[in-house]
């Protein structure tokens, strides 16, 4: 199984992502999240990424390129959430890889409700749960972890100012992948406006679909 959740800031990938890692046991690779941690290590990418994570641009690609290749080395099945974010990105991942994706599965959201999903979502800082203020589960008050009782933190890049920007990079840059992944017929579109648990149930069904599983790489 090799997966690409693909779509808007905010449209559902890393909840979906989270979800499948834990039932498939399959590896979730978050270029956001490996970016993050980079930066609150203070390691040379986090130094070089910060700048462009808060500002909300893209990262240069060279270092998002050397991030994959290390983490898919040696690796059948994974999930990638947040990469590729260009056609360069995606044509130096098909040159990467000479095995090829499964899927790329686009996850399509009404940009009003992506921006209130970013600016209302908080993350646990110690289990890294992904939560919102919007849904069921946390107030807008609350900054305790209802799973674990760690600190609850709002994205520095989910603030509103920095969203709207994000949507337009996203626009501009990510968007011409739709049709570069649709032309070599692996694109499967899912309406992500929708409960969770709906959209997990689609992306169930795909998956079953095309049988794939951790266990058929
Ligand atoms: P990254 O972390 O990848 O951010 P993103 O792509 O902007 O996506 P998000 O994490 O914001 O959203 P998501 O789709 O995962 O939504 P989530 O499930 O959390 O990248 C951050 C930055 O790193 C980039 O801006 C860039 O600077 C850099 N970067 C990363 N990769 C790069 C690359 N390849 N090249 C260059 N730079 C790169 O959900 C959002 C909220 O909605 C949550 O609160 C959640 O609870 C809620 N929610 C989720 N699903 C639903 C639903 N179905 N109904 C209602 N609420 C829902």
């Known amino acids: 199984m090799r997966l690409v959740l693909f779509g808007p800031p905010g449209a559902g990938k890393g909840t979906q992502a989270a979800r499948l890692a834990e039932d498939f046991g399959v590896a979730h690779v978050s270029t956001g999240d490996i970016l993050r941690e980079a930066v609150v290590k203070r390691t040379e990418h986090g130094r070089k990424a910060s700048e462009y994570i808060n500002a909300g641009g893209l990262v240069p690609s060279d270092i998002l390129n050397e991030i994959v290749e ?5 690796m059948g099945c994974f999930l990638l959430d947040g990469y590729p974010r260009t056609v360069k990105q995606a044509e130096y991942l098909s040159n990467l890889h000479d095995i090829p994706l499964d899927v790329v599965i686009l996850f399509e959201v009404p940009k009003d409700v992506l921006v209130k999903r970013l600016t209302g979502r908080r993350t ?12 069921e589960g946390i107030t807008s008050t609350q900054t305790e972890c209802p799973f674990c009782g760690g600190e609850l933190e709002q994205r520095v890049d989910d603030k509103s100012e920095t969203v709207v920007r994000r949507l337009q990079v996203y626009s501009d840059n990510t968007e011409p992948l739709i049709e570069f992944y649709r032309e070599r017929g692996l694109l499967y579109e899912i309406d ?13 069904g795909l998956l079953n679909s095309k049988n794939l599983d951790c266990n058929k790489v």
């Open 124 to 135: 646990c800082k110690q289990c890294m749960r992904i939560f919102n203020v919007n849904n």
């Open 192 to 204: 992500g406006d929708r409960p969770p648990e709906d959209v997990y149930a689609d992306i169930l």
């Open 70 to 74: 290390n983490k898919l080395s040696g």
